[in-house]
């Protein structure tokens, strides 16, 4: 089988103000990077209201359509910004999400991985946040479990910072696991080890700055990977953030490489023992322009090693 990759031009209309880390070349980077690579290449849909309101009530989206710009940019927070293109690009973001969802469970494509921004992890249920709108990989894995039928969805966010979002959107879903390994102390400050979720289902494991993949291995193969067995995920997401390699501007993690490559080849493996391979990868943070494309090239290709 193939590995699905999934985006949309319209992620190429999110537009932040000048010189924001989470721009338009970090997508034309990864494209650039992985365009001559034999994927299933398929456009993201929109995800419709239903997928959204899993995550978001109808009154956040109201919200933020009442506050998107028809030209220039608007500040939500210092952080967080919206164009005139932004809740399309978003709107396709989620969509990508549960699309690509719906290709492994239905096995068009052996697992997926969904390029698209803005980025979705730090988007909480009523509060965009961190450059993110939506929450797509929550949004993704709460339609496995109620358009889907499964009952145990995984989640591990490997992004640098914490996953905010996502854990308070799932604080109280026992169907998922979330596991979220972040610097610390760092943005946005939450993701302490004692915030397990209301059922003990989330799992934040903090790194200290300057921490390199060594340790990030050592918890993948003592906590993560023990959990996924002890879970039994019948579908695996990864929040892929590229954004704890040493080079990267916003944050001070020392991973190298081929750390990525290891992280992705032994949650592939996770996925293969627990759900035939079901995985789907979603692109979060990554913010150095002479990295981020070859560290996508090389997560994709183990990907499709994977999916062969
Ligand atoms: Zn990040």
Redo the contacts with the bound molecule.
């Keep these: 089988m193939t590995t699905a990759f999934l985006t949309h031009p319209d992620a190429l209309n999110h537009v932040n103000p000048d010189s924001h880390a989470e721009c338009v070349a970090r997508l034309e980077a990864i494209y650039r990077a992985t365009g001559d690579l034999d994927l299933l290449r398929i456009e993201a849909p929109l995800a419709d209201d239903a997928a959204i309101l899993r995550a978001h009530p109808q009154r956040y989206i109201d919200r933020l359509e009442a506050a998107q710009p028809d030209t220039g940019t608007v500040a939500l927070d210092p952080d967080t910004h919206l164009s005139a293109g932004s809740l399309l690009a978003a709107r396709r973001a989620a969509g990508a999400a549960v699309k690509a969802v719906d290709m492994v469970l239905d096995g068009e494509a052996g697992n997926a991985f969904v390029a698209m921004r803005p980025p979705g992890h730090h988007a909480e249920p009523e509060k965009p946040m961190g450059f993110c709108l939506f929450g797509s990989i929550a949004i993704a894995a709460l339609h496995a479990l109620e358009a889907r039928g499964l009952s145990r969805v995984a989640i591990v966010d490997f992004?640098?910072?914490h996953g905010n979002g996502t854990q308070a959107i799932l604080w109280d879903e026992p169907r998922i696991r979330f596991f979220s390994s972040h610097g610390m102390p760092l943005y946005p400050g939450t993701g302490v080890a004692s915030e397990r979720g209301a059922h003990g289902q989330i799992v934040n494991i903090p790194l200290p700055p300057h921490s390199t993949g060594a340790l990030y291995r050592e918890k993948l193969e003592s906590v993560i990977l023990p959990a996924l067995d002890g879970f039994k995920p019948e579908l695996l997401l990864l929040s892929t953030?590229f954004?704890a390699h040493t080079g990267d501007p916003?944050a001070d993690l020392d991973w190298q490489d081929d750390d990525f490559i290891y992280a992705t080849a032994r949650l592939c493996d996770a996925a293969e023992k627990h759900c035939g391979g079901r995985l789907v990868s979603l692109l979060?943070?990554g913010y150095n322009l002479s990295t981020l494309g070859g560290l996508v090239r090389a997560h994709i290709g183990v990907l499709q090693e994977h999916s062969a």
């Design positions: 992004d640098v910072h953030g954004d916003l979060e943070g």
